[in-house]
């Protein structure tokens, strides 16, 4: 059974940082992924990453957004720093499983930035 559980989602203020974390279990899997989405927009893909290491960001987020993986805790990561208010969203991991193909979501985290 595939799960993804993430957390890390919190209030802070502008220019500060927090770190998100999905520990993606029940598969192997190839790529991953955080998607956000904001009130009233459609979900969008923040940062993947993929079973080469290949990244690739929003343009939004390049520079301040970092992922990254710990495959011995099967966790995916997302480092963000200097914070805007317009990253203000509920943040999603994404995980595609590499036999089937399929794409498995997390629960979801909220992220406010604001002072």
């Known amino acids: 059974q595939v799960q993804l559980v993430e957390s890390g989602g919190d209030l802070v203020r502008p220019g500060g940082s927090l770190r998100l974390s999905c520990v993606a279990s029940g598969s192997i899997f190839s790529r991953y992924g955080w998607y956000r989405q904001a009130p009233g927009k459609q979900r969008e893909l923040v940062a993947a990453?993929?079973?080469?290491?290949?990244?690739n960001y929003a343009e939004s987020v390049k520079g301040r957004f970092t992922i990254f993986r710990d495959n011995a805790k099967k966790t995916v990561y997302l480092q963000m720093n200097s914070l805007k208010p317009e990253d203000t969203a509920v943040y999603y991991c994404n995980a595609r499983a590499r036999d089937s193909g399929d794409d498995y979501w997390g629960q979801g985290t909220q992220v406010t930035v604001s002072s």
């Open positions: 990453l993929d079973w080469g290491n290949n990244k």
